[in-house]
């Protein structure tokens, strides 16, 4: 039987590129593997290449636990990065690759543990239904999205969810924390438009659409979101001053955020609303002025704030831009404290008694959203041991991505605590 490591690289090889040729290869290499260890699977596509395998796998309860990673990755450049980004190279004790972090190390962790406990006979605690999604790197429209509409029935039964970004550990002092999803931001990917007048580009403008997007991305780009703290991010800076020692200074929590170093990026993203300003296109030639202009911006709210988000975006733009979304979606949040929860942290600090799970919401978002949509509860749960030299934020959609071989094993022996 394969080993993490081997599963890890085998699928980083795949070229999943998003966008790209599809996630087919690696679809057909998952569901093989289940399917020769007895696991049925079903492997469908929404558009040509773009597939997704589900499979379940009956457990001692019918309340049905989804774990659930997606295939797919975002470009890379070889010439940026010090392994070919589809190698799969195992150096120095980590296994290189585009989808080492995000998330085709997460995927090989589940894969290697289903077989295992396969292999033995052993069965799971509650139905597992696992799925290995296309596109979640862009909308999710030919994965997540599809797959909740389009088979709906595949996830009868599943009352809760685990995934990406949560359960890796952050170094502090003599203790790892371990942040557990209870929550992500929403996502709000807006079109803005500005219609004006053409002319030539000598005369004074009549009403310049570029100017006055320019000065509306402007107000944006420079526009200081006030702190919001939601519960789920409350509870996590209670956590971090119990575990400090020294409590968070609520009023400097910027400044908090830097003081605590690798800890305070467990919240500084997740303290108040945000709206980049990614992508422009306007004119065709420099000396004409256009008539409209284009420019995209990414917006991203936290639970229960989509209302202030909108409203506040829609006084900065001015009555001049009009907006339309590429891509809504809600900010999906868990019930923390729950027993669920404590479950999660059980197997973690099983595994390493250093271990201090805290809650926590990510900045971004997954195919959870989805999910949540049919009334199932997500976790943000990959577990990850890292060394302390290793920036994790910094390896998603980064250059050199990769993962230790002993945090995939480590991470295995977690899951297998979790669901065996």
Same mark, same amino acid.
């Given at each position: 039987?394969?080993? #993490? ?47 997704? !395998? ?8 019918? =309340?049905?636990?989804? @774990?659930?990673?997606? /295939?797919?990755?975002?470009?890379? =450049?070889?010439?940026?990065?010090? %392994? ?18 995000? %998330?085709?190390?997460?995927?090989? %962790?589940?894969?290697? +543990? ?33 797959? !909740? ?9 599943? +009352? ?9 550990? #952050? ?20 079109? &803005? ?23 509306? /991305? ?34 400097? &929590? ?5 003081? &605590? ?6 919240? *500084? ?8 300003? +990614? ?9 004409? @002025? ?14 229960? /704030? ?15 831009? +009009? ?24 197997? &973690? ?6 271990? $201090?799970? !805290?809650?926590?919401? %990510? ?5 959870? *959203? ?31 991505? $990769? ?13 297998? $605590?979790?669901?065996?």
């Amino acid at each position: 039987m394969k080993s #993490v490591a081997e599963i890890c690289s085998d699928l980083i090889r795949f070229d999943t590129t998003n966008p790209g040729s599809g996630e087919r290869p690696a679809a057909e290499y998952v569901a093989t593997l289940l399917s020769d260890a007895g696991i049925e699977t079903h492997v469908f596509e929404s558009a040509p290449r773009r597939t997704t !395998v589900v499979a379940r796998i009956d457990g001692d309860s019918p =309340d049905a636990l989804l @774990v659930h990673g997606h /295939l797919d990755v975002v470009p890379a =450049d070889p010439a940026e990065w010090r %392994m070919h980004p589809f190698s799969g190279e195992v150096v120095d004790g980590c296994v290189y690759g585009r989808g080492a972090v995000d %998330m085709k190390g997460s995927c090989a %962790m589940t894969l290697a +543990t289903v077989l295992a406990l396969a292999a033995e006979g052993v069965r799971p605690k509650r139905d597992l239904v696992l799925a290995f999604l296309a596109d979640e790197e862009a909308t999710g429209d030919f994965g997540s999205r599809h797959a !909740v509409t389009e088979h709906r029935e595949l996830f009868d039964g599943v +009352t809760e969810a685990i995934s990406e970004s949560g359960g890796f550990s #952050v170094a502090s002092g003599e203790h790892r924390v371990y942040p557990i999803a209870v929550g992500e931001r929403g996502t709000a990917w807006m079109r &803005l438009t500005a219609h004006g007048v053409a002319g030539h580009g000598s005369r004074p403008p009549v009403d310049n659409p570029v100017a006055t997007l320019a000065h509306a /991305l402007s107000r944006v780009a420079s526009h200081q979101w006030p702190v919001r703290l939601t519960p789920s991010v409350a509870a996590l800076l209670r956590s971090l001053s119990e575990i400090t020692g020294q409590p968070v200074d609520l009023d400097r &929590l910027d400044e908090e955020a830097a003081r &605590l170093g690798p800890l305070g990026g467990l919240f *500084k993203s997740q303290i108040r609303n945000s709206a980049n300003p +990614t992508m422009l296109d306007a004119g065709y030639k420099v000396n004409v @002025v256009p008539s409209t202009a284009e420019a995209h911006v990414d917006g991203r709210y936290l639970p229960g /704030l989509q209302e202030e988000f909108l409203e506040t975006i829609d006084a900065l733009l001015g009555p001049k831009i +009009t907006r339309e979304f590429v891509n809504l979606e809600d900010a999906p949040a868990a019930p923390y404290p729950s027993e669920f929860f404590d479950t999660l942290a059980g197997a &973690l600090v099983a595994e390493d008694p250093l271990a $201090r799970p !805290v809650p926590y919401v %990510m900045a971004g978002g997954t195919d959870a *959203k989805s999910f949540a949509r049919i009334g199932i509860t997500g976790y943000g749960f990959a577990p990850l041991m890292l060394r302390p030299d290793l920036d994790y934020f910094g390896m998603f959609h980064g250059k050199d991505e $990769r993962v230790p071989v002993e945090g995939l094993e480590f991470g295995t022996r977690v899951l297998t $605590r979790l669901l065996a």
